[in-house]
């Protein structure tokens, strides 16, 4: 039986363990400290620190894994990417490529200015640098992951004010400022097979509106990006990942509209952090999650043959959020909860919220039909 390694245990890799369990695979699972239900799901868990790569590359060692990944984590992805090259084991990208998709200012570097879909930006290393982007912008951390730090900018003071929060997250110090494109959101999940994007599936994403850049919803089939745009956001991820050289797996990407023209907010070489796998299944046929781990552990991409040649259903995939450290109550969603074709909640009811984005964190998510 093969051993798989997944580093950290919250909801979304809980879903890799769930996933490689059921394919019949011994799991073993880290992290720092035991908080999430990946811990306690997987076959054999430790405390470990995910950046500790000399530390996880021993455990391998010690327990002959034959594979080490992780799922919605670009913190992760270097690392797992990193160990694999250092031991030669199965791996989608180098490590170069997964630091690269994690770090905002190189990910827009290495993309380049003239590249159909990126937007404009501005790295800032100390508040008296001069901004050269006009307002509004968006103002991020470099290299943070998720939402953390994120703000929609529209005047001095408040970059001035949101620019020190930006770089507590930034591991760095770096900030970077971004273009702001004024149009709907979309995600985008791909798979890519020896250079070919082989599977394409654009999303709606609603955030809520109080909270910028946070996940409310995800919504397929797409109504926002237009039928003649299709081919249009197909070259742009071929050609962003022909540059940053993800040549096969799953790749992700947030996307904004600006008068129908896709640009790439973020990419990365992983699934994503947001379920979208369940969501895309019941839509498409594929599991990409199962088609991730069996490419990675036996080559075999026979997965993508279960794609639809039509899409009959709409889906949504809609999250449960509440501001960090409350209570988790999920009663106003139990009819929906009922309802659902698939739920997970974070937390048991009462449960005291951990601070993720420190705004409005995500505490469970039910799927439905449309």
């Known amino acids: 039986m093969k051993k798989v390694l997944v580093l950290g245990v919250a909801s979304v890799q809980l879903d890799a363990i769930l996933e490689l369990k059921k394919m019949g695979y011994e799991t073993y699972a880290c992290a720092m400290a035991k908080d999430g239900p990946g811990a306690d799901a997987a076959d054999h868990f430790d405390e470990i620190n995910i950046l500790d790569k000399q530390a996880i590359i021993q455990h391998i060692k010690n327990n002959n894994i034959s594979l080490v990944y992780s799922v919605g984590s670009?913190?992760?992805?270097?690392?797992?990417s990193f160990i694999?090259?250092?031991?030669?084991?199965?791996?989608?990208?180098?490590?170069?490529?997964?630091?690269?998709?994690?770090?905002?200012d190189l990910m827009r570097k290495t993309l380049g200015n003239d590249f159909t879909g990126n937007v404009k930006f501005q790295v800032i290393e100390d508040e008296n640098q001069e901004v050269k982007l006009n307002f509004p912008f968006i103002l991020k951390p470099a290299d943070s992951q998720g939402q953390r730090g994120v703000k929609l900018v529209t005047n001095s003071n408040e970059y001035l004010e949101n620019y020190k929060i930006?770089?507590?997250?930034?591991?760095?110090?770096?900030?970077?400022?971004?273009?702001?494109?004024?149009?709907?959101?979309l995600s985008v999940n791909g798979y890519m097979v020896d250079g070919e994007l082989k599977y394409l599936i654009a999303s709606d994403r609603e955030t809520w509106s109080n909270y910028t850049g946070l996940i409310h919803k995800h919504i397929v089939p797409t109504t926002n990006l237009a039928p003649k745009m299709?081919?249009?956001?197909?070259?742009?991820?071929?050609?962003?990942?022909?540059?940053?050289?993800?040549?096969?797996?799953?790749?992700?990407?947030?996307?904004?509209?600006?008068e129908e023209m896709p640009y790439i907010i973020e990419i990365t070489p992983r699934?994503?952090?947001?379920?979208?796998?369940?969501?895309?299944?019941?839509?498409?046929?594929?599991?990409?999650l199962k088609l991730t781990f069996e490419h990675l552990l036996n080559n075999d991409i026979s997965e993508l043959e279960q794609h639809y040649s039509e899409y009959e259903n709409g889906y949504v995939l809609e999250f449960i959020c509440q501001e960090p450290n409350t209570l988790a109550d999920y009663?106003?969603?139990?009819?929906?909860?009922?309802?659902?074709?698939e739920s997970f909640?974070?937390?048991?009811?009462?449960?005291?919220?951990?601070?993720?984005?420190?705004?409005?964190?995500?505490?469970?998510?039910?799927?439905?039909?449309?």
């Open 345 to 370: 909640n974070y937390y048991k009811q009462g449960d005291k919220i951990r601070p993720v984005n420190g705004k409005f964190d995500k505490i469970g998510y039910f799927i439905y039909q449309t």
């Open 271 to 288: 699934l994503d952090g947001c379920h979208m796998w369940n969501l895309l299944q019941y839509y498409t046929g594929v599991n990409l």
């Open 84 to 104: 694999s090259e250092e031991l030669s084991m199965p791996h989608f990208v180098s490590e170069e490529t997964a630091r690269i998709c994690n770090n905002k």
């Open 230 to 258: 299709t081919e249009v956001l197909q070259g742009i991820i071929e050609s962003a990942c022909e540059k940053l050289n993800i040549v096969n797996g799953p790749v992700y990407a947030q996307i904004k509209l600006e």
């Open 166 to 185: 930006a770089k507590e997250y930034s591991r760095s110090g770096l900030v970077i400022l971004e273009q702001y494109i004024s149009g709907p959101e």
């Open 74 to 80: 670009d913190l992760a992805m270097p690392v797992a």
């Open 331 to 341: 009663t106003s969603y139990t009819k929906e909860i009922e309802m659902a074709l």
